[in-house]
T-cell receptor, first 110, second 113 residues
Framework: DADVTQTPRNRITKTGKRIMLECSQTKGHDRMYWYRQDPGLGLRLIYYSFDVKDINKGEISDGYSVSRQAQAKFSLSLESAIPNQTALYFC?????????FGPGTRLTVT | GQQLNQSPQSMFIQEGEDVSMNCTSSSIFNTWLWYKQEPGEGPVLLIALYKAGELTSNGRLTAQFGITRKDSFLNISASIPSDVGIYFCAGLSTDTGGFKTIFGAGTRLFVKA
């Protein structure tokens, strides 16, 4: 079984809808991250959490929120999706600095 | 904000050739990571570097943490078709400004058999 799982793997939604992307990990790591990937731009950090009670904004947090439900679970929400949030979203976990990524969620906002 | 300049953007090489790619920044990092991403998958960690000047190998891959802490390079020797993918560098820093992780835009590698 994969160490980091993401659901859904693909999602198409309409502008203005609320959507939640979920991430679970079995690596026992305290640190979890959400990134977005756009062609030609690499990965950009949206939010990160160093433990269940710790939530921090990353480089591009506007329009997103997160919830750390447990050590193993970290969800990303788009409260009101807009087309420029169409991207590939990755969750990652780490013990310290070596981050391990999930398979990604491809989100399309029409 | 901080940026990583990763070059080249893409490489088209013949099987058996050696490959070199690098990342540079105007900022100092505590850690450099190199990842490979294949279509439909998340990035997979290849090599982690923690000290300036550190040279680390993983099979045919060798990476170095620059002395200035502002750059890193990745070499792949004797390339094979399964080396095809996008290679990303990532710089991490933890200082009084808090935790930062910055990814390069990636080097897309094509290997012709």
């Amino acid at each position: 079984d994969a160490d980091v799982t993401q659901t859904p793997r693909n999602r198409i939604t309409k502008t203005g809808k609320r959507i939640m992307l979920e991430c679970s990990q079995t690596k026992g790591h305290d640190r979890m991250y959400w990134y977005r990937q756009d062609p030609g731009l690499g990965l950009r950090l949206i939010y990160y959490s160093f433990d269940v009670k710790d939530i921090n904004k990353g480089e591009i947090s506007d329009g997103y929120s997160v919830s750390r439900q447990a050590q193993a679970k970290f969800s990303l929400s788009l409260e009101s999706a807009i087309p420029n949030q169409t991207a590939l979203y990755f969750c990652a976990t780490s013990d310290l600095y070596e981050q391990y990524f999930g398979p990604g969620t491809r989100l399309t906002v029409t | 904000g901080q940026q990583l300049n990763q070059s080249p953007q893409s490489m088209f090489i013949q099987e058996g050739e050696d490959v070199s790619m690098n990342c540079t920044s105007s900022s100092i990092f505590n850690t450099w990571l190199w990842y490979k991403q294949e279509p439909g998958e998340g990035p997979v960690l290849l090599i982690a570097l923690y000290k300036a000047g550190e040279l680390t190998s993983n099979g045919r891959l060798t990476a170095q943490f620059g002395i200035t802490r502002k750059d890193s390079f990745l070499n792949i020797s004797a390339s094979i078709p399964s080396d095809v993918g996008i290679y990303f560098c990532a710089g991490l820093s933890t200082d009084t400004g808090g935790f930062k992780t910055i990814f390069g835009a990636g080097t897309r590698l094509f290997v012709k058999a």
